[in-house]
């Protein structure tokens, strides 16, 4: 987890070859001595809540883990997924539109060729009635 | 989301006599059950072969999930979640910086004292030598 701020939250040891960092569910860093001294858990010293912890590494969980990125790069990655997501919507909607507008077209001079039937059938059937 | 559809016949979800489920591909193509059933591995719509397919539907996975959902809803909730880490990461910032000038206190103390120490030291030295030069003279 290569984030300049991390440390222990009780002791203030800084990040070293040999350092274990853990996290509790109260949002507090501890390092592996002082987790090893109850510090952390089942107790929180610095908050006096119940705590219950997670080893900072690679495996850490995905909801957790999203606490220790570059926020600038969440930002970005962020706004890379929401451009996707409006490029893929409006991207279908567009086509759907068209198809519905040519659609629309299509029933539009359907429209008109039957009423132009209906038109000359009405004359043809005028004409039949005036010669009979 | 009523922009739903088949990229390939224009069926909708819900329209009346479409049956199914509605197919997402991997080359980012929709597709109604029947004409997915009538291609399987290649995309109806760009023919790319060996395609992957999502059903959409509640079993969608979070990251595809976003793409049928209002986009403002998407952007909130990134919001929320940018805030939520902005302010865990200031706290610990600020914790870092409390401790740092804790230190630095601390060895402005320890510097005094070492002064104070190397003083008393000198005095303690030379007195010690007077003494052996009037124990000598003895």
Request: net charge positive; proline share 1%; hydrophobic share 35%.
């Amino acid at each position: 987890m290569a984030c300049a701020w991390i440390h222990c939250n009780i002791c203030l040891r800084l990040p070293s070859a040999n350092i274990r960092y853990f996290i509790s569910n109260c949002g507090h860093i501890a390092c592996d001595r002082c987790v090893g001294k109850k510090l952390l858990t089942p107790k929180c010293t610095i908050c006096k809540r119940d705590a219950k912890i997670e080893e900072i590494n690679k495996d850490l969980r995905e909801d957790l883990r999203k606490y220790f990125v570059n926020i600038h790069d969440f930002a970005i990655k962020s706004f890379n997924e929401i451009k996707a997501i409006i490029d893929f919507q409006s991207k279908n909607c567009r086509r759907l539109m068209k198809h519905k507008v040519e659609k629309i077209q299509e029933l539009q001079s359907t429209t008109i060729k039957h009423s132009e039937d209906a038109a000359t059938i009405a004359k043809l059937e005028a004409q039949r009635a005036s010669s009979s | 989301m009523s922009w739903v559809h088949c990229n390939k016949c224009f069926a909708e979800p819900n329209e009346n006599g479409v049956k199914g489920t509605f197919f997402l591909t991997s080359c980012s193509h929709i597709s109604c059950q029947k004409c997915y059933e009538s291609s399987r591995n290649v995309c109806h719509t760009c023919k790319k072969q060996n395609i992957k397919v999502l059903r959409i539907d509640s079993s969608l996975n979070k990251q595809y999930r976003q793409y049928f959902v209002d986009i403002s809803r998407v952007i909130a909730s990134k919001m929320e979640e940018m805030g939520k880490i902005r302010k865990f990461q200031d706290i610990q910032i600020q914790n870092l910086v409390k401790g740092t000038l804790k230190f630095q206190d601390v060895v402005k103390k320890s510097q005094e004292m070492l002064k104070k120490y190397e003083i008393e030291h000198k005095k303690l030295k030379k007195e010690n030598q007077e003494l052996l030069v009037a124990l000598k003279k003895r």
